[in-house]
């Protein structure tokens, strides 16, 4: 079972990225999926979560009407389009999969994480 995120980079304030998440392995239609960040010196965050059977969106107040979080099942893909990025969005994104949950607990399984640098 592996996770695998990119996309990651450096971006200007008010830009946009998308991040991607490949799952092997399992198939992640059956999975909920999510997105968690961690910036240097704090504590790892939820991001957003899609669930499995719904694909219902969830996300955290601090990036609510910014991200957006989408699945492709049938490509085994989860993505992560950022836009409107500010620099306290600088972080290394990590996608995991498991329970649609804020609490990295849910989740069974976590890529490497890529990461998002937010800079003029």
């Known amino acids: 079972v592996q996770l695998q995120a990119s996309g990651g980079g450096l971006v200007q304030p008010g830009g946009s990225l998308r991040l991607s998440c490949a799952a092997s392995?399992?198939?992640?239609?059956?999975?909920?999926s999510g997105w968690f960040r961690q910036a240097p010196g704090k504590e790892r965050e939820w991001v957003s979560c899609?669930?499995?059977?719904?694909?219902?969106?969830y996300y955290a107040d601090s990036v609510k009407d910014r991200f957006t979080i989408s699945r492709e099942n049938a490509k085994n893909m989860v993505y992560l389009q950022m836009n409107s990025l500010k620099p306290e969005d600088t972080a290394v994104y990590y996608c995991?999969?498991?329970?649609?949950?804020?609490?990295?607990?849910?989740?069974?399984?976590w890529g490497q994480g890529t990461l998002v640098t937010v800079s003029s």
């Open positions: 392995g399992f198939t992640s239609d059956y999975s909920a």
């Open positions: 899609i669930s499995s059977s719904d694909a219902h969106t």
């Open positions: 995991a999969a498991g329970s649609c949950d804020s609490d990295y607990e849910g989740y069974d399984y």
